[in-house]
């Protein structure tokens, strides 16, 4: 699986000829983009996690102690004034009703209680959250046209008492800011949430009043609790509404927080009930301003209201966001879902059908073969390599090493072998396509095998890759490739991925006639199939994929022998996979791209484009693209929303996988000793590979070209031998 470069050479690096000053610039970009990006949507995240705080609706806490709530203040009105270090209480006068609505305003029963309130002719006083008014300003905004009262509800609804005082302060802030913004008023009336009547008003919810105080607000409590939280029905709740002989009265009433019809079924009677008793309807400043000094909101200024829309703003993309990884979750499931499905149908039906006793190509292939090993400073793993081609069970093998200009000593390990059945050829350097391309022309035999210099055979590999050459329909067959140095942890989940995700995947794609990709570690052709297709290209990084695609669309089949066995030599440190795989994705997409005339084709090329480019887009490209989402969703749920049930979700998709493994490892008769690493591979690999991908599809939307890069051989699999 060698590196190779594209243009010209300096020492033992890879490289694709790329202006410095560009690639630098266009690389950083990238990365900084990325980079402001993560940290855009983490932001976004907290801010629709901090938005979205749940709460439950409005009652009665538990009371504590009462030593330092002034007498005065338990036995006063519902009022409670602590501006400028004073200590006032206020009652509402006789035959008078201040209605107040708590938790609001909500899209569905807000407008609703608005309806009944102008159909009567009745203001009240809504205590609106300023995370629900961010997100429905309007309503807050026709509040005030329409002649009402706003107040603060604290931004989340959380217990105020329980908060740390900065925290109080910003509750408070943040929830003046939106209706600034929404209706342009500076509110000074608060009721803090589960709060009651002042009765029940204890020393840690009277530090919180004094500290609103000192922020200029004044905190509204009830004296007559309308229990409509309780969903107790319309009938009660109007009991529960109506006070005592002529009293006045601040009823507690919500157009949030849950099912509110029986609160507007409510209203609408009792409002005409108590205007005939002779009772009158206001707002809090309309019952308590003639004694209370600065009760009615002030105009807010044009920094209030700039501020208030950043705020709002940030919550509506906010939950944007938030919706739209849902959307892509469910995307991604659906997804998931099906190609496991479909994977397992389809890999099931190959095995079998491979498997039954009266399969068979044809009659057995015994033509010869000449195999094509492109080197260039292979000479650490070149002799095991070729010695294994050399001494393979079929008769007639040529092994034809293409040395492309190696400064190691490739071509001189390969000659010191003395192999009767192998050839050295030294071609001016050009990069493994053109290595290939010289191999194919001066290769003796039709029958062609391509296998990179860090791989190894089984000896009977090379006969069994070549038997489904028996139908003369086949022009092209994919190995069985998998990871030889599986001794670190990095290489066993490159074998975990090598099974699952290529093998099983082979499958898949050899039953639906589309097999993307020969691998370049074990590949057999048809000179004629690889001639028919214009031989290898330089024009993309994954000239395998390019070639396959291309003998696809000149009308040969594309299949898959899983019983020729090859193992290779996979990156073993994370540096050297970014690279690897880096080069693979965008390959691929350059691939894609290049053969999208198959799309609108006639013929083979029609039937390939149509039914096998949008099956590798979508899930060689798009799903693992958004496949990510799944694990920003776990941590989300982890941190803000259901431990458990996000626990449970992300453990469902990791027993899928399990699955998915088991049966990929059966197919293939290995071990599953290496799947006690599949959890933490699911927790770092994939990582990896989501920003391998995502940096190649930046790349490839950006035009950028690829990197320098540089694979060292660590000969593990060749000293194995």
């Not at 790329?18 to 855009?40: M, Y």
């Not at 700039?306 to 993309?317: C, F, N, Q, S, T």
């Not at 090379?462 to 022009?475: E, N, S, T, Y």
Request: aromatic share 8%; charged share 20%; hydrophobic share 45%.
């Amino acid at each position: 699986m060698g590196i190779w470069r594209q243009g010209q050479r300096i020492g033992d690096t890879q490289h694709i000829v790329t202006p410095e000053p560009r690639r630098s610039r266009f690389s950083g970009r990238r990365w900084i983009i990325a980079g402001v990006a993560t940290l855009v949507l983490a932001n976004l995240l907290a801010i629709g996690a901090y938005a979205n705080s749940r709460f439950a609706p409005d009652n009665e806490n538990q009371m504590g102690r009462q030593g330092t709530v002034p007498a005065a203040v338990r036995e006063g009105g519902p009022v409670v004034d602590t501006r400028d270090g004073r200590v006032a209480s206020h009652r509402p006068p006789d035959r008078t009703i201040v209605l107040t609505f708590d938790d609001g305003p909500d899209p569905l029963w807000t407008p609703q209680v608005l309806d009944v309130l102008h159909r009567h002719g009745v203001p009240a006083t809504f205590f609106v959250v300023g995370s629900q008014t961010s997100r429905h300003p309007e309503f807050v905004e026709r509040m005030v046209r329409e002649g009402h009262e706003v107040g603060a509800h604290t931004f989340t609804h959380p217990d105020l008492a329980g908060l740390a005082g900065w925290r109080q302060r910003l509750e408070l802030s943040q929830t003046r800011s939106a209706i600034a913004y929404a209706a342009g008023i500076n509110t000074p009336l608060l009721r803090l949430p589960y709060s009651s009547g002042v009765d029940s008003l204890d020393d840690q919810h009277w530090s919180v009043v004094r500290a609103a105080g000192d922020e200029g607000m004044v905190s509204v409590f009830d004296d007559t609790d309308s229990r409509d939280w309780a969903r107790p029905g319309v009938d009660a709740i109007i009991r529960s509404s109506t006070p005592d002989g002529n009293r006045g009265a601040v009823v507690l009433l919500h157009d949030a927080g849950g099912e509110r019809s029986q609160t507007v079924a409510a209203l609408d009677r009792f409002i005409p009930r108590m205007k005939e008793r002779g009772y009158r309807f206001t707002t809090v400043e309309g019952a308590f301003g003639g004694g209370t000094p600065a009760l009615a909101a002030a105009k807010a200024s044009r920094s209030d209201q700039i501020r208030g829309g950043l705020l709002v703003w940030a919550v509506k993309i906010a939950d944007g966001t938030s919706r739209l990884l849902w959307v892509l979750l469910l995307l991604v499931g659906v997804l998931t879902l099906a190609r496991t499905l479909v994977l397992f149908g389809f890999a099931l039906r190959h095995a079998r059908r491979r498997r039954a006793r009266t399969w068979s190509w044809g009659p057995e292939v015994n033509e010869p073969v000449t195999v094509i090993v492109p080197a260039y400073n292979e000479k650490r793993t070149i002799g095991a390599a070729v010695r294994t081609l050399a001494s393979g069970d079929h008769p007639g093998i040529e092994v034809l090493v293409i040395d492309d200009e190696s400064d190691d000593g490739t071509a001189d390990e390969v000659e010191s072998l003395g192999l009767p059945n192998v050839r050295v050829v030294r071609v001016p350097g050009g990069g493994k396509a053109a290595a290939l391309n010289a191999g194919v022309a001066l290769a003796r035999h039709d029958l062609l095998v391509m296998v990179d210099a860090d791989t190894v055979v089984a000896p009977d590999s090379i006969h069994k890759l070549v038997q489904p050459f028996a139908d003369p329909a086949v022009g092209a067959v994919a190995g069985n490739v998998k990871v030889g140095n599986r001794r670190r942890i990095i290489g066993r989940w490159q074998h975990i991925e090598y099974v699952i995700g290529f093998n099983l995947d082979r499958r898949l794609y050899d039953t639906l006639h589309c097999m993307p990709t020969i691998p370049g570690a074990l590949g057999a052709f048809r000179r004629q199939a690889v001639r028919d297709a214009g031989g290898l290209s330089r024009a993309t990084l994954a000239e395998d994929t390019d070639l396959t695609m291309a003998i696809h669309r000149a009308g040969w089949r594309v299949v898959y022998e899983e019983t020729a066995i090859a193992r290779t030599e996979a990156p073993n440190t994370l540096g050297q996979l970014w690279r690897q795989r880096y080069r693979w994705s965008y390959g691929t997409m350059q691939a894609m791209w290049r053969h999208r005339r198959a799309l609108v084709e006639s013929g083979a090329s029609g039937r390939f484009g149509r039914r096998g480019l949008p099956f590798i887009a979508l899930f060689s490209v798009v799903l693992p693209l958004f496949a990510p989402v799944l694990d920003i969703v776990a941590v989300y749920g982890v941190f803000f929303l259901d431990r458990f049930e996000a626990l449970i979700a992300w453990l469902a998709v990791l027993v899928i996988q399990v699955v998915t493994a088991i049966l990929a490892f059966r197919l293939d008769r290995e071990p599953l000793r290496p799947l006690w690493a599949l959890p933490l591979q699911q927790l770092v690999y994939r990582q990896v590979m989501y920003l391998v991908l995502v940096h190649a599809a930046a790349t490839a939307l950006t035009g950028g070209l690829l990197k320098w890069q540089h694979l060292r051989r660590s000969g593990e699999v060749a000293e194995a031998t």
